[in-house]
Nanobody, 127 residues
Framework: QVQLVESGGGLVQAGGSLTLSCAAS????????IAWFRQAPGKEREDVSC????????YYTNSVKGRFTISRDIAKSTIYLRMNDLRPEDTATYYC???????????WGCGILYDYWGQGTQVTVSS
């Protein structure tokens, strides 16, 4: 049974940092593309970052480039999103997601639908 469990969210002041974790179980992480999405109240869900399962290529949405880093630890079966220099506009519920579909990251994203999602973790950035 595939399961994704996020953690690491919380309340932080602008300029601060957080690291989100997504513990994965029930599948072999190394064969899956991974992604982080976020959704703020009243806004559409946004693709924040993704890693391809074909060549390890990575995508970041423009607003987080240079501040966020996506990574994975295969041995720990965990996905991470390191977030530095947080801004109030980063406030959202963050979700991890995975897909076995072969793909590569482009400048527009990973371009696939994700099959499995975590329950989300709230990130609130105060000004």
């Amino acid at each position: 049974q595939v399961q994704l469990v996020e953690s690491g969210g919380g309340l932080v002041q602008a300029g601060g940092s957080l690291t989100l974790s997504c513990a994965a179980s029930g599948f072999a992480l190394e064969y899956y593309g991974i992604a982080w999405f976020r959704q703020a109240p009243g806004k559409e869900r946004e693709d924040v970052s993704c890693i391809s399962n074909e060549d390890g290529s990575i995508y970041y949405t423009n607003s987080v480039k240079g501040r966020f880093t996506i990574s994975r630890d295969i041995a720990k079966s965990t996905i991470y999103l390191r977030m530095n220099d947080l801004r109030p506009e980063d406030t959202a519920t963050y979700y991890c997601a995975i897909s076995p579909a072969p793909h590569k990251a482009t400048e527009w994203g990973c371009g696939i639908l994700y099959d499995y999602w975590g329950q989300g973790t709230q990130v609130t950035v105060s000004s």
